[in-house]
């Protein structure tokens, strides 16, 4: 598989690596939107969230609160964004499922995940009624 991330976990490109256990490993981006933006993925690939088995989901989940307070701790902040893009709409460059974890400092510029799209167009009634007769 020609996939960076999964090099990256294999130890065949180098990265600054802050953390790793058996089934994820946790490093710095290498474009960080600020200092301590760290990636967290998992060591077999999975492309984005709807491919990833729950019990993995679920391990990945765990590295990341454990890499939160390892920042933590080591840039002195206690305010994080955490979160993926899941696609290449959302802005996914690596089909590779990762873990976005951004430390955010008073007066920073950033904005909070609400802030990424404003695209509202459908009343809420509409939107769960659509969601749910595609569903059964």
């Given amino acids: 598989m020609d996939c960076l991330f999964c090099k990256i976990a294999k130890g065949d490109i180098p990265t600054h690596k802050i953390y790793e256990n058996d089934d994820s490993i946790a490093f710095l981006d290498i474009n960080p939107s600020a200092d301590g933006h760290t990636m967290v993925i998992s060591k077999n690939h999975h492309e984005n969230i709807q491919d990833i088995p729950e019990d993995l989901l679920g391990k990945l989940s765990k590295t990341v609160k454990r890499v ?13 964004t955490i979160g993926l893009n ?11 499922l990762h873990i976005h974890i951004i430390p955010r400092n008073e007066g920073d510029g950033g904005g909070s995940i609400q802030s990424v799209v404003q695209n509202r167009t459908e009343n809420p009634e509409k939107i ?3 969601i749910l007769k595609a569903n059964g």
């Avoid at 939160?68 to 994080?80: N, P, Q, R």
């Fill in 128 to 130: 769960k009624e659509k």
């Fill in 68 to 80: 939160v307070d390892i920042l933590e701790k080591g840039l002195k902040t206690t305010h994080f």
């Fill in 86 to 96: 899941n696609g290449k709409l959302s802005g996914q460059e690596i089909d590779h």
